[in-house]
């Protein structure tokens, strides 16, 4: 199977962070690493894509569009979840269905995991049942979840003791991405198993990240969702002055939009966000449990995150009047009732 990859030099990383875990007794990422991204790989065929069983655990809001890629190009796709029926749209459109993730990673050479945090991430790769327990030499499991470092390293070490190989790799991006097969992986682990998943990657996401030992994807994504979940906030609060001072704030997306400051996060989310419309695409309970996350990597190792840490007070707010699964742009709830209770 091709890939291609560009070689960066060595990068040292200047910093050696407290354990954050009872199961850590070393920092968490080693002094180098070396990153790669991908070009457009050479096509693989069907047959050669149908030759590796695919397994995939977790039928949620971006598990489900990911395998269904992975049906659409012609793989040998099993499914798990835990609530079944959330299998049958996949089964309908040719998977197999399994009853447990022992029994997907028993049949399959190489599994997918995307889980909404780390207690699932753990308890499906570890506990009764699961991944660990059906797993052996010579397969593959590649997490896709968004976890912390700790979480990573700790199912890596279960997953390496059987013999298998281990690659993290949660994704930048949500469910449109997920869907249209646009999502950016961030890869850390075994480089021999992110060799053989980089043809699967590729039909799910339009790029890859290779980042050394297991840690660094984790801590990648969590600062992504740390940036994100910031200027969301920020863009919340832009929205309401926008509007308290008498300006139009669908002018204000569009002058965003053209400027310097743009994001295609504004330009998609603004305009349902002045309705009070929060379509979900990443829902706000799992931006506040990666904000959480991020900030306690940030402590490890004594980095200040102000900013980020008055984000995720506003994303407890929000939580608190019940918007934990609406989309992550509903934390513009969180002000507007500030701004009621100040009139």
Known sequence: MAFCSIFCPRIPVRFRPKPISPFLSKPLFPLSYRVYSSLQPTPSTKDEL????????????????????????????????????????????????????????????????????????IDVACGKNGAVSGISSGKGYVDVSTVDAASSILISKQIKDTGALFLEAPVSGSKKP?????????TAGDKLLYEKAAPFLDIMGKSRFYLGDVGNGAAMKLVVNMIMGSMMASFAEGILLSQKVGLDPNVLVEVVSQGAINAPMYSLKGPSMIKSVYPTAFPLKHQQK?????????????????IAAAANELYKVAKSYGLSDEDFSAVIEALKAARSQQS
Do not use: H
């Open 178 to 186: 997920a869907e249209d097969g646009q999502l950016i992986f961030l």
């Open 290 to 306: 990666d904000m959480r996350l991020a900030l306690g990597l940030a402590e490890s190792v004594s980095q200040s995150t102000p």
């Open 50 to 121: 149908g030759s590796v069983s695919i397994g995939f655990l977790g039928m949620g809001i971006m598990g489900s569009p990911m395998a269904q890629n992975l049906l659409k190009a012609g793989c040998d796709v099993t499914v798990w979840n835990r609530t079944k029926s959330k299998c049958d749209p996949l089964v309908g459109l040719g998977a197999k269905y399994k009853s447990s993730p022992e029994e997907v990673t028993a049949t399959c050479d190489l599994t997918f995991a995307m889980l909404a945090d780390p207690e699932s991430a």
